[in-house]
């Protein structure tokens, strides 16, 4: 799968070295550190198409007719923030899942969301709490494997539920749901912010989306 | 990489068995598998317990409240205009003589099958000065609450409490309506 995403990038390398007639574009700083206008384009494509999708497609209706109790729905609120992931795929840079967030908060905010412009605010964060969970993996030496991805999903979508649970001030609900709601967060954070991402990004670069490191 | 393993096999094994427990208490303090279809109202400042099915509430026996638009406001201060259409509480409340006292000496407070509840007990007699402001709504925006419903409360801004918001009592498949004395 490697050898497909190298294949790509010295494919793309060597025709623009090669041709005297070809214009150079970002590919030229794929090994620099430095942000390329590709790296803005993946934001801001996958940053839409995340604001759409989690502002107008009600996940939380799989898992409310088969777990009835308040707060399972955090059993699927890894979709949110799996766009970060994806980015940080195929980008390897930590600032791209921010910009990502704040692109998918901006729609999300456009689209009418109940908490009006707050929700900017949560993505943002959520886009801080995912960076650091794959700076803390990368750390830990688990910077490449799925469990690192996969606990990096996790601290990226934990934030939000005792967030808006606190926000929401709903210190009058039975404790037990308290902890479930953040368990299940953290546990859809993992399964589908970070194993489901890296599958996806996986899928991507094998079917030739050139990455940009 | 054994090692790894075995840590990563016993982390989650004891995610799961906390899990678990925590759904065993929650599924002991709550039943969600109440007939979504029906509503019980109840309390030691009702005459008697009464539970009241869809079909009976929309019979014409209580007062109706048709498309009416209800502002909503939540704990961020967003607020929303969503037209509800549902039978108004304060008719049930008098059609069948549930109330033992005057409403300024009641109180009252929604609960939903899921475990979630308005935040606290209200004075009933906001009730009875507003009775179309407080429905039990069956219709959002004209079309019939499904997995939101079959009933939900819904309050408007306008008559809520200092420091209360509408959104905490628009309470999402309601179940059960308890009246207490004061």
Redesign the interface.
């Known amino acids: 799968m490697k050898e497909v995403k190298q294949d790509n990038i010295n494919e793309l390398e060597d025709v623009s070295k090669n041709d005297d007639g070809y214009r150079e574009t970002g590919y030229d700083s794929i090994h620099k550190k430095k942000i390329t206008n590709l790296d803005y384009i993946y934001s801001a494509i996958i940053g839409v198409l995340g604001g759409i999708i989690s502002s107008l497609i009600p996940f939380s209706?799989l898992i409310?007719?088969w777990y009835?109790?308040?707060?399972?729905t955090q059993l699927v609120s890894g979709h949110h923030v799996i766009w970060g992931v994806i980015v940080y795929g195929l980008t390897k840079k930590k600032e791209n899942i921010i910009l990502t967030m704040v692109t998918k908060g901006v729609l999300e905010f456009l689209l009418g969301d109940?908490?009006?412009i707050?929700i900017l605010f949560v993505n943002f964060i959520e886009g801080i709490f995912l960076s650091s969970g794959f700076y803390i993996m990368e750390i830990l030496g688990e910077g490449e494997t799925k469990?690192g991805w996969g606990i990096a999903g996790g601290i990226g979508n934990f934030f939000q539920a005792p967030f808006f649970w606190i926000?929401?001030?709903r210190w009058?609900?039975?404790w037990?749901?308290w902890?479930?709601a953040f368990?299940f967060a953290f546990?859809s954070g993992v399964l589908i912010t970070g194993l489901l991402g890296r599958a996806i990004k996986n899928t991507l670069i094998e079917a030739g989306v050139p990455t940009t490191y | 990489m054994k090692t790894r393993n075995f840590y990563m096999i016993v982390a989650s094994v004891l995610i799961g068995l906390i899990i678990f427990w925590l759904l065993m208490i929650a599924f002991s303090q709550f039943n969600p598998f109440n007939d979504p279809n029906k509503i019980t109202i109840d309390g030691n400042g009702t005459t008697k317990s009464i539970t009241i099915s869809i079909s009976q509430l929309t019979s014409g026996k209580y007062e109706m409240v048709e498309d009416k638009i209800f502002h909503i406001k939540n704990s961020f201060d967003t607020e929303s205009d969503i037209t509800y259409s549902g039978i108004s509480l304060w008719s049930i409340l008098v059609e069948e003589n549930l109330l033992v006292q005057s409403s300024s000496d009641l109180e009252f407070r929604f609960y939903a099958r899921d475990g979630y509840s308005s935040p606290k007990f209200l004075n009933l007699s906001i009730i009875e000065a507003f009775p179309n402001l407080v429905i039990l709504a069956t219709k959002e925006n004209g079309v019939p609450l499904t997995i939101e419903g079959p009933l939900r409360s819904v309050m408007d801004q306008s008559i809520m409490p200092e420091g209360e918001y509408s959104s905490q009592y628009s309470v999402q498949q309601l179940s059960l309506i308890t009246i207490n004395i004061a």
């Open positions: 209706l409310k007719v009835p109790i308040t707060g399972g109940p908490w009006g707050l469990l926000i929401n001030q009058y609900l039975h037990s749901l902890a479930l368990i546990i």
